[in-house]
């Protein structure tokens, strides 16, 4: 199994640009999560899916990011337009219910600089 | 909302047994400790969990105190290759297998 991967693994773009960061999850598994993590903050969720539903996306910053997942195997995470404080590495994670505990299984993660 | 409370780090000599500890004092019947950790750089990696009795698997021990308010993680036989950041995490049993990653404590291996 090639795990949860994670594209690009590096971006630097200025500020206002679009960002489009992309996750495929482990196939089979029916949750997908995407964190953020700053030194500031440590780690972030942001949003999780459950059968490609948004399930709780509290913790997405603002308006300005969108989370997708359009089917099992591909999920989105848009920022428009871009600020230097989103720098930050974004990873996607996801797991499979099993109706009590599990682990979740970790992409190597985004480095976002936006300048 | 800090369900967990970790040392921000610790030492522990190569070969040698690291115990990191954790307090959840506050925790509820059930809910599960997870253990994760993060080398640098890289995206967090699965431990080990437990809800009541201690667990064993190839990577470590898991000692959950009778009560349930702490917890320790032990690494056998520590390597270098351990030092990472270690998260304790609590999650209660219907909360799908969502995660909420505290400060953990970076745990330095020296040789």
Known sequence: DAGVIQSPRHEVTEMGQEVTLRCKPISGHDYLFWYRQTMMRGLELLIYFNNNVPIDDSGMPEDRFSAKMPNASFSTLKIQPSEPRDSAVYFCASSFWTGGAGELFFGEGSRLTVL | ?111
């Open chain 2, 1 to 111: 909302d800090a369900k967990t409370t970790q040392p921000p780090s610790m030492d522990c000599a190569e070969g040698r047994a690291a115990n990191l500890p954790c307090n959840h004092s506050t925790i509820s019947g059930n809910e599960y400790v997870y253990w994760y950790r993060q080398i640098h750089s890289q995206g967090p990696q699965y431990i080990i969990h437990g809800l009541k009795n201690n667990e064993t698997n190839e990577m470590a021990s898991l000692i959950i105190t009778e009560d349930r308010k702490s917890s320790t993680l032990i690494l056998p036989h520590a390597t270098l290759r351990d030092t990472a950041v270690y998260y304790c995490i609590v999650r209660p049993f219907n909360a799908g297998n969502m995660l909420t990653f505290g400060g953990g404590t970076r745990l330095m291996v020296k040789p």
